[in-house]
Nanobody, 120 residues
Framework: QVQLVESGGGLVQAGGSLRLSCAAS????????MGWYRQAPGKQRELVAR???????IYADSVKGRFTISRDNAKNTVYLQMNSLKPEDTAVYYC??????????????WGQGTQVTVSS
């Protein structure tokens, strides 16, 4: 089993910044992918960014140039630095862990979610 604990959400004005953190514990494989998804009211959950244990990253087009995902493998922790926030970034942000490489990812584990609210 894998447990994910997120932190760092909150309320910020448009143009501001927030940093999310997600610490994984339990049966963590050395090769894995961790990422952030978000879900706004009435919308489907969508990928924001993902990073592999090797450092490869992918981003949603809507956040490219504004958000940066990073990780500390020694701490099994992933971060999401969010700059130039917009009201449309308002959502519950969920951390995800998946064991394995990008070509063969295992089952997804999810955190409890953290609310990010951007006021205009």
């Amino acid at each position: 089993q894998v447990q994910l604990v997120e932190s760092g959400g909150g309320l910020v004005q448009a143009g501001g910044s927030l940093r999310l953190s997600c610490a994984a514990s339990g049966s963590i494989l050395r090769v894995n992918a961790m990422g952030w998804y978000r879900q706004a009211p009435g919308k489907q959950r969508e990928l924001v960014a993902r990073i592999t244990s090797g450092g490869s990253t992918i981003y949603a087009d809507s956040v490219k140039g504004r958000f940066t995902i990073s990780r500390d493998n020694a701490k099994n922790t992933v971060y999401l630095q969010m700059n130039s926030l917009k009201p449309e970034d308002t959502a519950v942000y969920y951390c995800q862990y998946r064991p394995g490489s990008s070509l063969s990812l295992g089952p997804a584990y999810w955190g409890q979610g953290t609310q990010v609210t951007v006021s205009s």
